[in-house]
Every structure is written in C-alpha cells, then in structure tokens.
C-alpha cells in the first residue's frame, strides 16, 4: 500500500432506469503504468463531452491501457506520478527510461527537448493540471515553476516537463482534445 492509494479512489455516477442517481464506480484507476512510487499514468475516465454521454449506461470509461493524450473529441482524466530521479543514474540512462515509457503510453513523438529535461514533451491538447500532494516544478523551455499542493496549471498545447521534489508528487489532469 502506498501513500496515494486512498488518494486514487475513482466515484463515478450514472442514473439507474427510474433517473435516480447512483454510483457505477467506486474503486482505484481502471489501469495504470508504473508505480505509485517511481511515477506512471492512473486511469480515471474518457468520454466524449459533446453533450452525447449517457447518463443511464453504466460501462466503466476508465481506459483499459494508458495512452497519454485523449482521442479526438474526448476528455481524458487521470492521476499521475512523477518521482525525483534516482541519485547518480546517469543522463543519458533516464532519458532511454523516459523514451521507453512514453513508447509504452502512445506518446514516444511527443517527446520534444530531452536535454533540457529527460521527460520534455508538448501534447496539442488543453490540461488542467493540479498538484495534489508532494513538491514539484512545472519546466517550461526557458523557466520552471515551483508548485505545492493545491496549485492548478492550464497547460495549453506548450512543451513542458514535471520535477518532483524531495518524494513522488501526485497531480490530478484534465486533458481535453481541441476539437472539443
């Protein structure tokens, strides 16, 4: 069990066939990869958010393997992880971990400036992005941010990179595709 276990509880609702509400899940991410502790992708939901949801069907929309970017038309949440980098790794091992890991996520084109940071990348969709526990920066191309819990960031389309701090941190996301 680890720190964010009970942080990473997904309470979905839904309407039985009388247009009651009720809870059609209640549990941890649908998926994941990686490690609460080392860092990975915790799948929430993704759905369409063109009005055209159906509050009657009960089906799990937590995806079944992580992908880092939504589908078109769709909104995808989800928590993630990042870990400081382990002490000593050389750099050129952490960015062949970073590029193995997003291939593993659908996202190994995304990836932009490694030098600048082993995990750099720019997605062409709309985050909202909030920091839940633990100490990190935002690292944008020409500066970084420091964060605490609580802070929310609306990523817009830019190439960026997370650092945590000390420990994991946890962040909550809202990615939304542009054509939405």
């Known amino acids: ?5 009970q942080a990473m509880r997904r309470v979905i609702t839904g309407e039985d066939a009388s247009g009651k509400s009720i809870v059609i899940v209640d549990g941890p991410p649908s998926c994941e ?8 992708l915790f799948e929430i939901w993704h759905e369409a958010v063109n009005g055209a949801f159906d509050k009657r069907d009960t089906a ?13 038309g769709k909104v995808k949440v989800r928590w993630f ?8 790794a050389p750099p050129e091992m952490i960015k062949q971990v970073v590029r193995e890991r997003f291939a ?10 490694q030098n600048r940071h082993p995990a750099m990348h720019k997605t062409e969709t709309l985050d909202i992005i909030c920091l839940i526990s633990g ?7 020409n500066e970084e941010r420091r964060l605490r819990p609580g802070n929310i960031v609306i ?4 190439s960026h990179a997370w650092t945590a701090h000390g ?3 946890l962040f909550l996301a809202v990615l939304i595709d542009r054509s939405c």
């Open 135 to 141: 100490d990190a920066s935002l690292v944008l191309d």
């Open 60 to 72: 799990d929309r937590g995806e079944t393997k992580p992908i880092l970017s939504p589908a078109a």
């Open 33 to 40: 990869i990686g490690d609460p502790n080392l860092g990975g």
């Open 167 to 169: 420990g994991p941190a």
């Open 104 to 113: 593993d996520f659908g996202a190994a084109h995304e990836l932009t400036d």
């Open 1 to 5: 069990m680890t720190a964010f276990d």
């Open 155 to 158: 990523q817009r389309g830019t």
């Open 81 to 88: 992880v990042i870990a400081p980098a382990p002490e000593g």
